[in-house]
């Protein structure tokens, strides 16, 4: 079988999307013959059509290779592919989006308000609260600010990267991921509980070597967790997520729970969140990227 990893590309993700995208393919290349490409490279499209692959593994994190647009692209081309398809891909890198489905469906998520260019609106929440990006991920963009000058200053730095931003409600609790694997059927991994020293998991607590910890099993609630399990798949079925997933999820001291994040193509960095869930429950780097492949063709053969 031969196997595409498709990594790199042009979004703020790329350096991200490289490391991922070289522990992948040095994975499946124990069993498959495996292709590595850049689609911000020289003649992607013609690389591609010449290796005709058997599946392209996505690894590539935010911009076009996560919002729904390489994945029409190899639809159009009738390839396979692992993860979400198009419409999935699309509305769960949109944050405002994802938040109003979860709204409609009766899952908890973070009050927050879209905020339009140039205008600095009236928050309807207390400080701290926290501007993101809508459309980026690895929370590149992110602020949490305390007070109206600092909200100025934080929109604008999120309009440079976006066009479209918006202000949620901090919510102050313990952060857990938990990652889910499947597509009609899907299943929970083991949650995580994240803790770091920084403000928020931001990207350096999550790709700098000693900024976070994973704490598994967390040190939480059974039934809070098993309560937050049920957020994820509910969340996961709810958007129509497919091959796998991670939900960002805090919980609150008195027991409250909100789905802050979905991440459709999480990260294969040996500090990885998915992947380090998937070997406590007893699957290898090298079987979660195996079975991955093999969610992705069966998804696309039923399409």
Do not use: W
Not at 203 to 208: I, L
Not at 242 to 258: N, P, T, V
């Amino acid at each position: 079988m031969k196997i595409v990893v498709l990594c790199g590309g042009d979004s703020p993700e790329r350096k991200i999307s490289l490391v991922s995208g070289n522990s992948v393919a040095k994975a499946l290349s124990k069993k498959y013959t495996v292709f590595k490409i850049d689609p911000k490279g020289k003649g992607f499209l013609k690389k591609l059509l010449k290796i005709n692959p058997d599946c392209v593994f996505i690894a590539l994190h935010g911009g076009n290779g996560e919002n729904g647009v390489i994945q029409g692209f190899l639809e159009t081309l009738g390839i396979p592919y692992t993860g979400s398809g198009v419409s999935a891909s699309a509305v769960c890198m949109n944050k405002i989006l994802t938040k109003k489905i979860l709204y409609s469906s009766g899952i908890p998520t973070a009050e927050f308000i879209p905020v339009e260019k140039n205008k600095i609106p009236r928050v309807p929440f207390e400080y701290p609260c926290v501007v993101k990006p809508a459309n980026l991920g690895s929370t590149v963009g992110i602020s949490i600010v305390n007070n109206e000058k600092n909200l100025k200053k934080a929109i604008r730095y999120a309009y440079k990267l976006d066009t479209e931003v918006f202000i949620e409600k901090f919510i102050k609790g313990k952060e857990i991921t938990i990652g889910i694997i499947g597509n009609e059927k899907p299943e929970a991994l083991p949650p995580i509980e994240i803790r770091t020293k920084r403000k928020l998991y931001d990207f350096t607590a999550k790709y700098k070597k000693g900024e976070s910890v994973h704490i598994i099993p967390p040190e939480i609630d059974k039934k809070l967790l098993n309560t937050a399990e049920d957020y994820a798949i509910r969340t996961y079925n709810v958007l129509g997520c497919s091959g796998c997933a991670r939900m960002e999820i805090i919980i609150q001291e008195d027991g409250d729970m909100f789905v802050l994040d979905v991440n459709t193509i999480p990260g294969f960095t040996p500090l990885s969140l998915l992947p380090d869930a998937a070997r406590h429950s007893g699957i290898s780097f090298e079987q979660l990227c195996e079975k991955l492949i093999h969610l992705g063709i069966k998804r696309c053969e039923k399409s």
